[in-house]
């Protein structure tokens, strides 16, 4: 069993740090609401620091689960980050969806210190972290991705290495490029339906189990046709996520003009103050057009 630190309490972090700790590892927990460090602490067990840096120290793996960038960068190399606490031939795991930029920045500023950095984005949701059966791409030194994988295969359903450091960020660009495509055409798919006077139950029930099947369409048609959007990703966060996907492939060459026109779209559903509405509801707005 290793003993690890894990950065950011969200509602993915938060399941998946009590993961580690169920499994017998020795787990310090940081978060920027300490509320929510305490709270976790008298649920699981384990420790909590005030600072990254306090977090991370003595740690063999730090794990982190933050917002954005600018949150990844602080807690890694601010006044009291975690690279301040970590001594040569630990490991840094980064579970944040961040742009391929700053992962790349923090593995150098990383490698000079003789700490190792494995960029590792997750797919799944909170339904996924909560049950441990998360999808994990990486990017990094081998070395440092066979260390790390037995522990992260506590909470994840599938862990592969794609390539050096920000392979991994560079995947979850294509995962999020794809499923904003199905969202979108499933909530197209069960506009029709609806307009059609058909029972959109009935439809999904049959075209599910030919080659328009999908996991938007068996875990999110039900809750889209009951107007329910608290289940899963927020809008916001895809936006980020998508913005991230659009300016790697504004420098890379590649076309996304799916992607650009469905990232508009949920701008309209912000407009709509749907910014923590779940991905689905692209087909909320369709709705709202009647």
């Known amino acids: 069993m290793a003993k690890v630190a894990f950065l950011g309490l969200g509602v993915m972090g938060y399941p998946m740090a009590g993961h580690l700790q169920a499994a017998g590892h020795q787990v310090t927990v940081y978060n920027r609401t300490t509320a929510k460090a305490e709270a976790w602490v008298a649920e699981h067990g384990g420790g909590m620091g005030v600072t990254p840096q306090e977090a991370a120290q003595g740690a063999e793996i730090v794990f982190a689960c933050v917002g954005n960038d600018d949150d990844l960068r602080d807690v890694c190399t601010g006044s009291e980050g975690a690279f301040n606490g970590m001594p040569k031939g630990t490991i840094f ?16 500023t990383a490698k000079a210190q003789g700490i190792a950095f494995v960029d590792a984005p997750i797919s799944g949701g909170q339904a996924g972290a909560e049950n441990g059966v998360l999808s994990i791409m990486c990017g990094g030194d081998q070395a440092a991705y066979d260390a790390a994988e037995p522990v992260m295969a ?17 995947t979850k660009m294509s995962n999020q490029i794809a499923i904003a495509g199905v969202v979108q055409g499933l909530s197209e798919a069960l506009h029709f339906a609806e307009k059609a006077g058909l029972d959109g139950r009935a439809v999904v029930e049959v075209i599910s189990q030919g080659a328009a099947g999908s996991w938007q369409m068996v875990n999110r048609h039900e809750t889209m046709l009951d107007d329910h959007f608290d289940y899963g990703f927020a809008v916001d966060w ?19 003009p799916l992607t650009a026109l469905v990232d508009q779209f949920y701008k309209d559903v912000q407009k709509l103050g749907g910014g923590r509405w779940d991905t689905s509801s692209l087909f909320k707005r369709l709705r709202a057009l009647d």
């Open 154 to 170: 506590v909470y994840s359903k599938i862990c592969r290495r794609i390539g050096d450091s920000g392979a991994g960020q560079l």
């Open 93 to 108: 795991v980064d579970h944040t969806t961040v742009s391929a930029k700053v992962t790349y920045e923090l593995c150098d």
């Open 238 to 256: 895809m936006r980020k996520d998508l913005g991230i996907c659009l300016d790697e492939a504004n420098d890379n060459g590649a076309s996304l």
